[in-house]
Every structure is written in C-alpha cells, then in structure tokens.
C-alpha cells in the first residue's frame, strides 16, 4: 500500500514532469507564432514589391489578379496559423498552472492493464504524440469521473458502450504548477472540493464548474439525443451553469460540423450576458450568440410601435394595482400568454383562408390605383388550397404588372412635366447617367428635345413608383395591424371558439383596451409575440435554419407563444429550456399556462426529455433551509452542506430606519470582505429612491438599471426582477414587508430575490412581516441587531 505521502510526491512528481512537457511546447509555439507574425508583416509590407501590376491588357490584367490573389491567399494562410497557434498558446498556458483536476483508474472489462486518466480543461498527448497526458474533460472517458464512484461503471463511445470497472477517482486542486491538495473520493464529486469552490467570494463574472460538474449536471451537458432538452431545477441548482457547459460540450464533440455562431443562448436581460460571457473562454471555446427575447421584438416591431418592454410590463403588474383597468389588464395579460389563445390564433389564421383578410389600397400622388377590396378580391379568387403567403406572392405579381401599366400610362401626365423643370442639376446628371448606363442613348449629352424629355420622364416616373414598388414586393398592402386588431372587434374572438373553450370573463373590456391601445400606435408586451406571430404567419415565416442549438434560460418566463414563435423560427434547432416555476416572475405567470407544459406539446414525447434538479449550490444551508419555506413543496429542495450564518430579520418603526440599519450592515459586510453586495427591491421606482437615500453613506454604491449592460463586482441597489440569474455574496431585502410582498402573485418574486444570496441574506422591514415569512421561517433566522425584542414578540 502507498502511503498518502508518497502518494503526493508521486503525482507532484507527474505534474512538474507535465509542466515541463508544457513549456517545451510554449517555447516551439512561441518560436513558430514569432516566425508567422514575421513573414504576416512581411508579406503585408512587401505585398505590391511581390505583385506585377500591370493592366496594359486583359492577359496582363489576369496574371495581375492572379498573383494578387495568390498573395492574398498566402497572407490568410499566415493569419490563420499564428490564429490558431495563438489559441493553442493561451490553453497551454492554462494548463501549465493547472494541467489537471481529477484521475480515474479505469480497467476495460476484459482487459489486464489499468488505464490512468487524468482530466483537465483540454487534452495533451505525449512528445511522441502517442499517448494521452491529459483527457479533455468532454472526452467519452471522462464521463465515467462525473458519473460513477468506485466500483462497476460504463460509459458511451460512438462505437458503443465500454464497460469496465473504476478502480481509483482522486481529485487535485493544482496551482502554479504545485499540488494544493489532492483527495480520493467516493461518491461522485467529493464535497471537499464543493465546498472549497462554493464558499469562495463571487465576483462578477460566472466561473466554470468543470472540475466539479455532478452526475445529473453531466446528463444536461452530454445530452444529444433529445430534440428538446426541458431542465427544472431549484434555485441555484446550476441550470445556468450547466447549459454554459453543455455549450462548450458540443462544441468539443461536434468540431468541425458545429461552431459557436449555430448556438444561441436567450438570456433574461443584458447584463445577464455580460456576467456569463467569460465561461467559454476560460474554457477555451468561443462565445455562442446571445440575445434576449426582447431585443428580437425590438428589431422586429420597434420601428412600426412603441413597443412595451418585459420589465415595464412587470412594473405595471406590481406598482399600478390602483391605476384604472388594472384588473382587465392582468387578466388579458394572463390569457394572451396561454396556449388556448396561441389556439384562437391559430384558428383565426384558418378563417382568413376564406374572409376576412385586410388590405391598404395602392395610393399614388392620392389615387387609389387598386382599391383595398379589389385586392381582397384579387385575394380570394385565388384557390384556397394555397396558403397564405403563396397567395400573397401571386396578388403581388399581379399588383405590380398593374403598377407597371399605371407608370406606363403616367408618362404624359402633366405632373411628370413640373417635376422635369424642378429637377435640380444633380439629378439631371444622375438621370442622363443613369440611362446611359441602360444604353437608351450614346451621345455624350441630350441633343435632341424630345428624346430628353421622354428620358427624363421615364426616369421621373420610374423613382416616383419605386417606393411603391418596393412596398408590393414587401407585401406591404397586407394590413397587418388591421387583421390582427380585427380579432378584437365586436364578436370576433367568440365565433372562433372550438366546443369546450372559453374567453376570459372580461373578454370585452380585454378586447377594447386591446384596440385602443393599437390604435394609439402603441404595442403592449402581451400583445407584441402573437402580433408577430400573425404577421409571420401571413407572409411566410423568416426563419433560421442555420442555428443548430438554442438554449432558453429562466426559461419559465417565456409564454406559451413565445415558444411556439421560437419553435417556428429555428425549425432545425434543438432546444436546451432551463428554468424553475417556483421564479416564474412576469406578470402572465401567475395562472397562465405558458409553464413547461406548453413547450413539451411542441414536440414529440419521444423526442423530449426532461430531467429534475433538486439539490441547491448557491446558498449556505442555512440560507436554503430558510428560502424553501417560502414556496410549496420547498421541502424537496437539498441543500449542499455549506455553514453559515443564519438569515437575519431586522424590523423597524419606519423607512428612514430601515435604511438606515441596511447601510450599518453594508458596512459591516464590506469589512467582512464581501465582494459582492446586493440591496434588492421590489421595483426600479424603488431601487432609485433608494439608491438615493444611501449613496451619501455608501461610498462606490451603483444602481442597476434594466438598460444596465455590465455587471461589476461591488455594492449596488437593483431591482427584484433584474437580480434574476446572477448571484450575490450578500443579499440585503430592502423591504420584506407585507406591504411589499403579500399577494400570491409576489410569491415567488420573494424566493427569487432571496435565492440570490450565497453566504449572508438579511431581510428587512418597517411594519409587519411578509405571511411568506412564516413562524418556521421565522425560527430559521436571527433577528437583527437593534430588533431582538421586536421579533420574539411577533413570533
Ligand atoms: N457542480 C457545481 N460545482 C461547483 N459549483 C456549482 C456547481 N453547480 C452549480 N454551482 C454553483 O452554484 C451557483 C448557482 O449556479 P447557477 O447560477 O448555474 O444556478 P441556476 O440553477 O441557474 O440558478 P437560478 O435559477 O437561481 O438562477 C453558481 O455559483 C455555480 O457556480
């Protein structure tokens, strides 16, 4: 038997051998990116000295092109080695400080000799370019070091399952070459290293989870059979850990069929992706495409409305509860969000194939040249069998042949005359070019009278049309905002009811409000998905077929036309849809049916999986136990075992108060070391009043905004439903009152912004508790400093 010590010694004995291994190949890559950056700044200094331009004539003018192109080539062949020497630089410099951070003994059933696998960020082969020193972590063997503890264990190849048995799993944390510690575990992934890399300090940046990813992590990441991957996963459960993983995942197993620009990740809102942007990287992958849903309505509509966002919407939702109409509108806002209203939708869709479609006429100089129902009729003498964009494209060809006869017929017409004596010199010069580029003429300018005016009448007339033009071609005499406020119109909705299916009791006071908001040019954010939806699907929908992966995340908050919209727009994609019910935030949530459910309809079950994660890694223990009693059937929820200080509630007599004992805990916090400090409240108009109060005491203190693009470490005020998704070392809850967080609705806001914290949380009130905050809840925490007395008295 090796005795521990001896252990250590051998493996640190490896480490240094590996280390030099690494330098050695840093100095011949430094070499050869030294000597391709030389020859790229010689070729670009010399490239007209290496090419014989000449263009005396058309063999000439070839060879010149030729060489030139052949220079160019040489130069991008250059380009692209020192690119990629360069990349294989920055990972082996990586690997240098800490080449590795597991070891599996594996023995193949059947077979004699052991295999040592050791397991870093990328592979590394021996000098002779034989062996594996290093095992990607993606490899197909690494798998077994996340999935099984010692003993029997398998995992897949593409050419089949291996089976075998695993007869040592040791884990090393290795820096600057040397060994920090190194431990045999049993179970899957230690705790020891957990808890190490869980009670550190954040920062802002969202760091890799490789050297700990747990077994049912490991089924997110290395799933590739399903066409729909749904993950439901408590609060700090590494949903979004995990998909970052699962990016870096394909890209490793699929290299050279899928590259990162075929990914895209829908994160929740800007800064989101600022705080995860630098886990592909460390892993030395590129970035995939990041967007949020909004930001897609916004390229789509925000020209043609003003249009709502998500975060407004939820504003409105919790801060005008007194504002007029406020009930029809959270009502609409819950049915619009639903898969029976994508339903209505559809079927409205269907009834336009016999009526009902709208048209604009085509107006020129304010002529209606074609009428609005003479397209409509156009429209409908058409054979129904033909969808609706194919239809479209017929009126069109038809609209523009009436176009071309219209301009034809313009050509006399005495405006075209004014317009001729208007027409500046420029223009002149730009017409007479323009047609001589088309050949109606040779000579070097208008000699003839005639001639001139009929060209530029022809060329008068052709730019007045070309607006309209371009607006046929466009499909732009479909009247879109029409046909879909048309829906809201007197007894439209409740005719296209199938048995069984009902609109929402307010249905009219919905529909109204819905019509004049249109009208006003103003595009709700309930409003704005199956807006686009119905414009898509009248004139064809413009879809991507290029991405090959879309990863939804906080994906509980998307609607149930939200996912029909995106799974429209990537017909080949396959989707990754992380979230947790228990933080559907928006405002739709609370009885919509926009929840998983509505997603997994869209696909078949076969091609559908969906996997349960439970156990929590952000906070503390003590921080998770209090936060499940805040939502039904938390107690499924597992802490990891992390100590810690209990949450505390300070209650106060009034705000002043309260902010008062929140800025003595910033203190206290940033003496303690704490990198990352959150204050939450529950809206942006909050957030700034805030903000306000304690920037005097609080030195370096920041708001976030939703435009907010950056997330940095510090102290900052931000409100609930931006905190979604990130994490803080300490979380300060402004006001976890009654008044703040009591209808049901508010909820899971409460468990959203509680989940936040890592390692301290600390609630504060001026008045009476939230009822989330129950008496069991209550026995979980420490009251605050000045309030001991308060608290007992109310428990
Ligand atoms: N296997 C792991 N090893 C180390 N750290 C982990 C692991 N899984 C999760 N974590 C850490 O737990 C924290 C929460 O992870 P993450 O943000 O991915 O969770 P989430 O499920 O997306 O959370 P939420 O839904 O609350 O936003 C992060 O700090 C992450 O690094």
Redesign the pocket.
Known sequence: MVKPDEQWSREQERVTGIVREIDRRIDKLEDQTLDAKGEMIDIRKNFWEDVTVNFEDAAEAAETYASMKQQAELLSERERTHREADKQLKTLRKLKSSPYFGRIDFTEAGGESTDLIYLGIASLRDAKDEDYLIYDWRAPVSSLYYDYPPGPAEYETPMGTIQGELQLKRQFVIRGGEIVSLFDTGVT?GDEL?QE??GKQ?DAQ??S?V????RE?NRIIRNERSRLLVVQ???????????LQRVAYLLYRFRGQLTADQIVLFSPNPMFNSYVATVLPELGEENMQQTTFQDYLHFRLGRAFRLEGPYEQLEYALAGVDEPGYTVRMEAIRYKASAAFVRLIDRYLDSLRSGGMRFKPLVFRGESIVKATDIEEMFYSLDRSISLPNRLKLVAERLLVRLKEREAAALDEPWVDEEIELLDKETYLKAYQSLRRKKRFAADSFDDFDMEKAVLAEYVVRERFKPLRARIKKLGFVDLKGVFRQLFGNGAASSLLAEGEALPGEWDAIADQTAARLDQGEMAYEDATPFLYVVERIRGFQTNTGVRHVLI??AQDYTAFQFAFLRRMFPRAKVTA???LN?SINAHATGGDGGFDALESLYDTEETERIV?TRS??STRPIVEFTSTLIPGGEAIEPFNRDGLKPTLTETSHEAAAQAAIADRIEALQAAGHRTIAVICKTAARSERVFEALRGRIAGLSLIRQETNEFEEGTVVIPSYLS????FDAVLVEDASDAAYALESERRLFY?VC??A?HELHLFAAGVWSPFISRQARALCEPGPATATNIEAQV
């Not at 996963?233 to 998909?243: D, E, I, L, Q, V």
């Not at 979604?724 to 994490?727: A, H, I, Q, S, T």
């Open positions: 992934i957990l890399v869980l954040s969202m760091k989870i050297a700990t990813i747990q992590q996963g408590a609060a700090g459960s590494g949903k979004t850990s995990a998909a995340d906080e992380l979230g947790d933080q994660l890694y952000r979604k998704g990130v994490e959203t989940t936040r890592m």
